[in-house]
Nanobody, 122 residues
């Protein structure tokens, strides 16, 4: 299994931007789909975006048009560019992996990182 480490969380004002990174160690990164999930205060963990091993992208309605996911297989890294952040984007953001294809269901993912905190406040 891949070992996952997220980074890049921070405090930001509404309308601001952040880039999160998901670094993976292991030799199966190229065949992995990488998903980002988030869990806001008092909320269930929800799928945000995913990029498949063949670079197919999926976004939730809540972030479509504001967030962009990119993968760099040479560096075993996935980046999540988040623009026009709003208070409802606040939460712990988790990176997770599964084989090849994206899924919006958290139980479909095997390896998870420890999460990185994103807080959007006025």
């Amino acid at each position: 299994q891949l070992r996952i480490v997220e980074s890049g969380g921070d405090l930001v004002q509404p309308g601001g931007s952040l880039t999160l990174s998901c670094a993976a160690s292991g030799d199966t990164f190229d065949s992995a789909a990488i998903g980002w999930f988030r869990q806001g205060p008092g909320k269930e963990r929800e799928g945000v975006t995913c990029i498949s091993s063949t670079y197919g992208e999926w976004y939730s309605r809540a972030v479509q048009g504001r967030f962009t996911i990119k993968r760099d297989n040479a560096k075993n890294t996935v980046h999540l560019q988040m623009n026009d952040l709003q208070p409802e984007d606040t939460g712990v953001y988790y990176c997770a992996t599964r084989y090849v294809h994206c899924s919006m269901y958290r139980n479909d993912y095997g390896s998870w990182g420890q999460g990185t905190q994103v807080t959007v406040f006025s």
